[in-house]
């Protein structure tokens, strides 16, 4: 089955860690996205890739890194800069240029949360 | 600033029922609009999604009406069922990658 795949599902941050959220795909979409989700908040764009070894900050990006080498990955570091990391963490990925009107898929998320 | 606004922020229907949510936006250069269902722990979900030369959109117990001239559409599901129980969200995406979210809507469908 084709899709996006998250892992953990659950994540724990001591104070002053940097901690990596994992995110694969295998359908072969070109454009992957971060996002983060808080209650009341809606979906808030942290970075996107649109090919590999390129990325573009979001609205959220401070406290945030990304690297894309390869087109199926696309890993989130939530570095010890973020002050207020507690979220769900969602990953998605998208097929077509910039140019295509192709809705966004979604993985399952990771929960994030301090210790 | 929030580019698109979505309303009620929760809603409660009977089983039954007509639920009802609202988006609205500015930007007229918006031009696809697909709206997403999430269920608790879940990744959001691509629901259905309207252009903006289409004034309606069904499929099954969904439908989007979309009123071009007031920027505005919504999301109506008939005869909403217990498992419709989710947080709906509406998008608006711009040509050259650009996504706008609404802020979501509980929906509690009650038996």
């Known amino acids: 089955d084709g899709g996006i795949t998250q892992s953990p599902k659950y994540l724990f941050r001591k104070e002053g860690q940097n901690v990596t959220l994992s995110c694969e795909q295998n359908?072969?979409?070109?454009?992957m996205y971060w996002y983060r989700q808080d209650p009341g908040q809606g979906l808030r764009l942290i970075y996107y890739?649109?090919?590999?070894?390129?990325?573009q900050k979001g609205d959220i990006a401070e406290g945030y890194s990304v690297s894309r080498e390869k087109k199926e990955s696309f890993p989130l570091t939530v570095t010890s800069a973020q002050k207020n990391p507690t979220a769900f963490y969602l990953c998605a990925s998208r097929q077509g240029s910039p140019y295509s009107n192709q809705p966004q898929h979604f993985g399952d998320g990771t929960r994030l949360s301090i210790l | 600033q929030q580019q698109v606004k979505q309303s009620p922020q929760s809603l409660i229907v009977q089983k039954g029922g007509i639920s009802i949510i609202n988006c609205a936006y500015e930007?007229?250069?918006?031009?696809?609009f697909p709206w997403y269902q999430q269920f608790p722990g879940k990744g959001p979900a691509l629901l259905i999604a309207i252009r903006p030369d289409v004034s309606e959109k069904k499929e099954g117990r969904f439908t989007i009406s979309f009123n071009k001239s007031a920027k505005q559409f919504s999301l109506h599901i008939m005869d909403s069922q217990p498992g419709d129980s989710a947080t709906y969200f509406c998008?608006?995406?711009?040509?050259?990658?650009?996504?706008?979210f609404g802020t979501g809507t509980s929906l509690t469908v009650i038996p």
């Open positions: 930007n007229t250069a918006f031009d696809y």
């Open positions: 359908l072969n979409h070109d454009a």
């Open positions: 890739s649109q090919i590999v070894n390129d990325f």
């Open positions: 998008a608006a995406i711009l040509v050259g990658n650009q996504f706008y």
